[in-house]
């Protein structure tokens, strides 16, 4: 198996996809003649030729949109957005068309396509390169969000959400791209969409993620561990819409629940996480349920000082989980 | 003297009189279902009356075998003429299960068949001009010969979507042809005061394309126009935008009274030069269409309008659970 980059699985799992159905096509800002600004679609021009690595004029809108019409028709449009921070002029496509076309059409028509950005601090991107927007689409049925973590996970759920035959947002954290390397099976194979995975099994406290700050956690829990404390690590993988039994399954496992996200705290991701562990897990739980996130400022800074006061980190993590460890 | 002006443009005498039949089929369930506003029976009715012409002259133009459309809300005549019925129609306004377009979930106006071509539509205006395009890339990508038309209102032209998509199509020559049915009013605005510029089809000079301006209350004129720039598209020319300068002679909708902003003469003026009228007047004109046709085909009309809403008062609404269905593909279930 080779190891493989983040970013280096995401291209992949593109181009066995772009060989496996000729429906598949990947258009975007820069996407072509240069492979994206983070070389995300690499090669693919040369080897698939333009109009399957299709450079589009600098218009969120119509990226989605002219990719929804595709998708509609019956192609497999990947439509990239060069950064989650730029896909706002796009949501009224996403959100009013893309998520209720086969709501609305009452299952006539469908709109099988994934809409690829990158995501996330930590790189000097201050407020407009450094976002995580995925809450803005958490609460619209008819939408899938997938936030892998691994290089393994990137792999298989986008070939999984490529498949898929409803519309993906796929976010991409931009620091894992070539920070976080793993093992990557050369072969085809896909990860199901909707599905939590336990990234590391413990019996003391339970720590419920996505995306880097997964492996912020696992740093952590590797430092408690010589403290005799053990940590059981949920990645989310898929935040909505939401592994339920998965949540239910890890929080009640240790009763102390610590929810991790990037995004800033309130109406983030992990609300509705905390909402269905209170729901459904009350008499389980030995500490109130805790939260740790960014602070409600509208994004990162750009000065280090400011960013790093913004981003989660090993540290912060590390010093959320003694303290619930504790309890 | 009346000229015969559409035999050279290659349209048989049946030609325009399925024109004609069409107008008037759209118009006759136009006006049922403002009566079944006005009786309390339906919630909702947005218009098509003023815009035939422009809407049944285009879609006659195109190829109602493959071409795509994304016809806007006030389109009965262009999804009529793409094979949709009476009876769908009707099924639509009354919100019941088995309208194509939606199986009850959307206002009507809301257009959509898959088996017909017909992409399913929504209410922000628009949204769907970037859809055609793709639509039209996915015939480039896969060398297919259809082509896509796509409607909208002048209001909707100052759209960012209008202008992306009409740059994207350009960029890439795209066999997609956008018309704008100019009815001057944008609900109550007037067009000086949505568009800067003198004519919407003048906009088409940014976007590496035709523009050509129209009277759509003459049918004739719009086929010709538009089978133009089908026959470009589908030869590899690219897109095209078509300004139909239409009259609405209706309220925006249901809800609206156009009293409050619209003149007395206004109102008049727009009356008298109903396509209805001046298209029935021209194949008289001709002897296309002699009195005891007419008579035919409005008793033909009204037959099929009055089945139309007697099917579809009696039909039956949608269950309340099946709001849960089809909000992902049915492998997943739906999302209760």
Avoid at chain 1, 101 to 109: A, C, E, H, L
Wanted: glycine share 8%.
């Amino acid at each position: 198996m080779a190891i493989m980059s983040y970013i280096d699985a995401i291209t992949l799992a593109m181009k066995e996809e772009m060989t496996r159905d000729e429906r598949v096509f990947v258009l975007g800002e820069d996407v072509g003649r240069k492979g994206g600004v983070f070389k995300a679609t690499n090669g693919l021009y040369d080897e698939f030729g333009e109009y399957r690595v299709l450079d589009t004029p600098l218009a969120e809108s119509a990226i989605a949109g002219v990719g929804i019409g595709a998708a509609m028709y019956g192609l497999r449009p990947i439509a990239e957005m060069q950064f989650a921070d730029f896909i706002m002029p796009a949501v009224n496509q996403i959100i009013s068309e893309a998520s209720r076309i086969r709501y609305r059409s009452n299952n006539d028509w469908t709109c099988p396509i994934v809409f690829r950005a990158p995501f996330g601090g930590g790189i000097h991107g201050a407020l407009y390169h450094s976002q995580s927007v995925e809450a803005i689409f958490a609460n619209q049925p008819g939408l899938k969000i997938v936030i892998p973590s691994t290089p393994y996970d990137a792999k298989g759920l986008l070939k999984a959400a490529i498949r898929d035959d409803d519309p993906v947002m796929f976010f991409e954290h931009k620091r894992a791209y070539r920070l976080i390397k793993g093992e990557v099976p050369e072969e085809d194979y896909t990860i199901e969409i909707g599905k939590a995975d336990v990234k590391r099994q413990g019996e003391d406290i339970t720590v419920i993620t996505y995306g880097l700050a997964v492996h912020f956690a696992l740093q952590a829990a590797e430092r408690l561990e010589k403290d005799g404390i053990s940590a059981h690590i949920l990645d989310l993988r898929t935040i909505y819409p939401l592994d339920k039994e998965g949540i239910i399954e890890a929080a009640s496992k240790t009763g102390k629940v610590l929810l991790v996200t990037e995004d800033n705290k309130e109406g983030s991701i992990i609300g509705e996480v905390a909402a269905i562990i209170a729901e459904n897990c009350l008499f389980d739980l030995d500490a109130p349920i805790m939260r740790l996130a960014g602070p409600d400022i509208p994004a990162m800074p750009y000065a280090p000082t400011m960013e790093k006061f913004f981003m989660i980190n090993p540290d912060k993590v590390e010093k959320a989980m003694r303290e619930l460890a504790e309890y | 003297m009346t000229t015969n002006r559409h035999a050279e443009l290659g349209l048989t005498n049946e030609d325009v009189l399925t024109i004609f039949e069409t107008m008037l089929m759209a118009r006759r369930i136009d006006e049922r279902m403002w009566l079944l506003n006005r009786a309390g029976k339906i919630p909702f009715v947005i218009s098509c009356q003023g815009q035939e012409a422009a809407q049944v002259g285009a879609a006659f133009a195109l190829d109602n075998t493959k071409d795509y459309i994304a016809p806007y809300y006030r389109d009965m005549g262009v999804v009529l003429h793409f094979g949709m019925t009476a009876k769908d129609l009707m099924l639509s306004a009354f919100a019941k299960a088995e309208d194509p377009n939606s199986g009850g979930r959307q206002m009507p106006g809301h257009f959509g068949q898959k088996k017909n071509r017909i992409l399913t539509g929504s209410s922000p205006v628009t949204t769907q001009l970037p859809h055609a395009v793709g639509v039209a890339l996915a015939a480039k990508i896969e060398k297919k010969d259809f082509i896509t038309f796509v409607t909208l209102g002048e209001g909707s032209s100052n759209q960012g979507d209008f202008h992306e998509g009409l740059n994207f199509a350009g960029v890439h020559q795209l066999p997609c042809i956008t018309m704008v049915e100019n009815n001057n009013y944008a609900i109550s605005v007037p067009y000086e005061r949505q568009v800067a510029s003198k004519t919407v089809a003048e906009r088409a000079s940014s976007y590496g394309m035709p523009g050509v301006r129209v009277d759509g209350k003459d049918p004739i004129e719009v086929y010709r126009v538009v089978k133009e720039a089908a026959d470009r598209a589908r030869s590899g020319g690219g897109p095209s935008l078509i300004e139909a300068v239409t009259y609405r002679l209706t309220a925006h909708s249901s809800d609206d009274d156009d009293r409050q902003y619209r003149t007395a003469e206004d109102i008049a003026e727009g009356k008298a030069l109903d396509p209805l009228i001046t298209f029935a007047k021209y194949l008289r004109d001709l002897d296309i269409l002699p009195t005891d046709l007419e008579k035919e085909i409005n008793e033909r009309i009204m037959k099929e309008v009055n089945e139309a809403t007697d099917y579809a008062e009696s039909a039956p609404y949608a269950t309340p659970e099946s709001a849960l269905l089809h909000v992902y593909a049915e492998k997943d279930g739906g999302n209760a």
